[in-house]
């Protein structure tokens, strides 16, 4: 199954662009991420696909649910330029649940679903370090944010 091709199905979010091929669509990477995590079982039985989503006004949505975004990109050159190449040294996974145990778990998916991926021109690596932010006694919530490195052949 190939990880790139399709339209990414969030109305609010239009993320295809096109290539030089006529009705060709390449995903841009957010739309990477959404196939792996939708893809994966153990992460599903958890947060639903339809609650994978990228930024926006999440608040009513049913919890767990999972917000994925690239933070920052890093440029890559050698001595000749820019090379084919795009690194997300901070590609960010937040996780919002109602207890501390259902987002550790949907964390622990997440974790295992993405780290190690190398397949179709993608490499991505999970970023060692503190994940629980802790409650919002506002919302009522548990808050997790997981952080991986992810480059991107192009």
């Not at 999440?58 to 920052?72: A, K």
């Not at 679903?113 to 802790?134: C, E, K, L, N, S």
Request: hydrophobic share 40%; aromatic share 12%.
């Amino acid at each position: 199954m190939p990880l790139y091709r399709g339209r990414f199905d969030d109305s609010r979010f239009d993320l295809a662009i096109f290539d030089q091929v006529p009705g060709d669509v390449i995903m841009v990477i957010e739309e990477k991420i959404y196939e792996i995590l939708s893809a994966e079982s153990s992460v599903t039985d958890l947060c639903p696909a339809s609650r994978i989503k990228v930024p926006g006004d999440w608040q009513g949505l049913d919890r767990p649910y999972v917000v994925h975004f690239p933070v920052s990109i890093e440029p890559t050159r050698d001595h000749s330029g820019l090379k084919a190449l795009r690194v997300w040294d901070f590609y960010q996974v937040s996780i919002v649940s109602d207890t501390y145990a259902t987002g550790s778990a949907v964390a622990v998916a997440v974790r295992d679903a993405m780290d190690g991926i190398h397949a179709d021109g993608v490499d991505i690596q999970f970023r060692p370090g503190p994940w629980y932010i802790g409650r919002d006694d506002e919302t009522n919530t548990e808050n997790f944010a997981l952080t991986f490195r992810i480059a991107e052949a192009l």
